[in-house]
């Protein structure tokens, strides 16, 4: 599967799961897990879907091992982390290592997202390169 079509449907179910828990805050009037979902949404649904964005105008990219990596460690860690927030705010102190080592992947896919941009050039150039290889 291409890395960008990846994002995406990983993307709409995160968003569905922080939805899911906003609407159940909001009908409970109970609050507590407001950390937990706005960590959810934001790295699940917004940032995910971004990457997805920049994958798409990035043709090279689709196929990359590299990039499909990137998205999974994404996943992996914004699912711990969502867990991890949530249980800290309920007073579960022990997931504090959870959360330490989700916080970790998530950087670290951040980072090998930025060694990718970096490495990628323009969409132009990159529509380019395909172009080529495939002549
Ligand atoms: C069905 C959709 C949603 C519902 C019902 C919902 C509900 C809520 C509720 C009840 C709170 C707690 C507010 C408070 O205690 O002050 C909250 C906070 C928050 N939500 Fe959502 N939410 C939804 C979608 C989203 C989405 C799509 C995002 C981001 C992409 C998001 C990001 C946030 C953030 C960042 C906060 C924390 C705001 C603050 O610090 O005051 N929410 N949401």
Known sequence: MKSSSTSFKAACLFALAGLGMGIGMAASQDHSLMPAHAHLNLLGW??????GVYYRLHPALETSRLAM????????????LTVAVAALHLGHTAFEPVAAVSALLLFGSLGLFTVLVFRSGSPAQAATRVMT???
């Open 46 to 51: 917004v940032s995910l879907f971004l990457f």
């Open 69 to 80: 990596t990137q998205i999974v460690v994404w996943s992996v860690g914004t699912t711990f």
């Open 133 to 135: 290889a495939a002549e």
